[in-house]
């Protein structure tokens, strides 16, 4: 299963991101909702491990996500996910890279149409480990901007494009609206110079990088800040409101929020 390896890879290169963090640096305050970098350890290796229960124990996956919810609703996310893991730091990144090293190297020999129990809906474990890689990616995205690190994208941000194709039609129904009987047409170049296209000739078009497509769908950075090019109302429509992740309705990064430090 190939997206496992795009996974392991996907996580590697955030492992080389925190390469220079010790001691008070990973309390260190991202651009994202004032998480630290320890929150988003925190957050990808509890999520990690919620996946990898799903598919070797699913009794305990089911008691653990009812004790997750549970904590939610009581304390909010961050409290219960903080509550959930308790390492911090080198110990905590340690056995991150421990428990992903795992799953890339278990889950590539799995049948992708395998199916999973999840917080939602049922899902093959092709989506769930694809979802992991795009939430490595899109926390990792204010990982490489508060240290300042340009990070060298690879064509395995493909799973992630494909996420923000076939959300179209969520990111719509999330937001309480109809949803176009046609999604615009995407022609979107590639880390590698590859073309990448999806659907059908249409007034209603986006071109440009499929990075910044990427990120626009996972809500890393406003469209604004990015030089696609959104050619009609629908395009326009929906650059504004993607979302490839589940969960309610979240607001896109205002315009200049998310960047780079320098």
Not at 135 to 144: D, I, L, P, R, S
Not at 159 to 186: C, E, Q, S
Not at 202 to 216: C, D, T, Y
Request: proline fraction near 4%; hydrophobic fraction near 40%.
């Amino acid at each position: 299963m190939e997206q496992a390896t795009d996974f392991l890879a996907e996580s590697e290169a955030l492992n080389t991101a925190f390469g220079g963090v010790s001691g008070d640096q990973w309390n260190t305050v991202t651009q994202f909702k004032g998480w630290t970098l320890n929150d988003v350890l925190v957050h990808l290796h509890f999520w990690n491990q919620m996946a990898d229960l799903s598919l070797t124990d699913v009794a305990a996956f089911q008691a653990r996500l009812a004790e997750t919810f549970a904590g939610i609703g009581k304390n909010g996310f961050r409290a219960t996910e903080n509550r959930m893991i308790t390492l911090r730091g080198e110990e905590l990144r340690a056995a991150w890279q421990t428990l992903y090293r795992d799953i890339g190297a278990r889950w590539v020999d799995l049948d992708p149409k395998h199916r999973v129990k999840w917080a939602g809906p049922d899902m093959s474990v092709r989506s769930s480990i694809t979802a992991r890689q795009m939430e490595t990616w899109a926390h990792g995205q204010e990982v490489f901007d508060v240290l300042g690190v340009q990070r060298v994208e690879q064509d395995w941000v493909k799973n992630i494009v494909v996420l923000g194709v076939n959300t179209f039609g969520w990111a719509y129904k999330v937001n309480g609206l109809d949803v176009p009987l046609v999604m615009p047409r995407l022609e979107l170049t590639a880390p590698s110079g590859a073309v990448w296209e999806f659907g059908e000739p249409s007034e209603n078009k986006i071109s440009g990088s499929a990075v910044e497509f990427a990120q626009v769908s996972a809500q890393t950075r406003n469209v604004g800040d990015t030089d696609l090019l959104i050619e009609g109302p629908e395009a326009t429509k929906w650059m504004s409101i993607a979302q490839c992740f589940a969960g309610g309705p979240e607001q896109p990064p205002v315009r200049g929020l998310r960047h780079r430090v320098s």
